[in-house]
T-cell receptor, first 118, second 111 residues
Framework: GAVVSQHPSWVICKSGTSVKIECRSL??????MFWYRQFPKQSLMLMAT?????????EQGVEKDKFLINHASLTLSTLTVTSAHPEDSSFYIC??????????????FGSGTRLTVV | RKEVEQDPGPFNVPEGATVAFNCTYS??????FFWYRQDCRKEPKLLMS???SGNEDGRFTAQLNRASQYISLLIRDSKLSDSATYLC????????????FGSGTKLNVKP
């Protein structure tokens, strides 16, 4: 149980375009999902907390107008990188925890999306 | 100061060796602790939670030292398949949804 699916796995886009990344909880409902970013050889950094039916909560230093998050249903959160630039190239990963999972179980991660902006 | 600090390694060990990693955290109010494993260009996967009394799962043993604010992971009888980056993860007591990740310790197990 507690499967999180992320799509696409990788994407290459031109500078200035927007890219949408989807994160789905396949076998549970997730009122909260999390978006992380990981640059090479660095740790995962929490970008924002996606809340179903309300606005996302962004971490300090993350531009909410650049990284648009929509969590319109209990099984889907999307992250849109708007007007992407090469410095946005990174590994984006979402995570969620099924309500049935004990808190000490941690969170399940999607398979990640490797974004390359050229 | 980083919330979670780890030695990046790499730790290069032969098959069958015992290897240990430590991780220190800065927030004494942290409540939950985990070790995740991340293979190259993949998502992190939970290896084990870390309990106050210490816990073991097969060849893996995790310990928590709250007084010194560090957690450890011991791997016995290393296998080639253990080669990966091991991430130390800590959450905040007052915001249990917020996780801090260490930058990881790379382990290479060689034949």
């Amino acid at each position: 149980g507690a499967v999180v699916s992320q799509h696409p796995s990788w994407v290459i886009c031109k500078s200035g375009t927007s890219v949408k990344i989807e994160c789905r909880s396949l076998d549970f409902q997730a009122t909260t999902m999390f978006w992380y970013r990981q640059f090479p050889k660095q740790s995962l950094m929490l970008m924002a907390t996606s809340n179903e039916g309300s606005k996302a909560t962004y971490e300090q230093g993350v531009e909410k107008d650049k990284f648009l998050i929509n969590h319109a249903s209990l099984t889907l959160s999307t992250l849109t990188v708007t007007s992407a630039h090469p410095e946005d190239s990174s590994f984006y990963i979402c995570s969620a925890r099924a309500p049935s999972q004990a808190f000490n179980y941690g969170y399940t991660f999607g398979s990640g999306t490797r974004l390359t902006v050229v | 100061r980083k919330e979670v600090e780890q030695d990046p390694g790499p730790f290069n060990v032969p098959e069958g060796a015992t290897v240990a990693f430590n991780c220190t955290y800065s927030n004494s109010a942290s409540q939950s602790f985990f070790w995740y494993r991340q293979d190259c260009r993949k998502e992190p996967k939970l290896l084990m939670s870390v309990y106050s009394s210490g816990n073991e799962d097969g060849r893996f043993t995790a310990q928590l030292n709250r007084a010194s604010q560090y957690i450890s992971l011991l791997i016995r009888d290393s296998k080639l398949s253990d080669s990966a980056t091991y991430l130390c993860v800590v959450n905040d007591r007052y915001n249990f949804n917020k996780f801090y990740f260490g930058s990881g310790t790379k382990l290479n197990v060689k034949p």
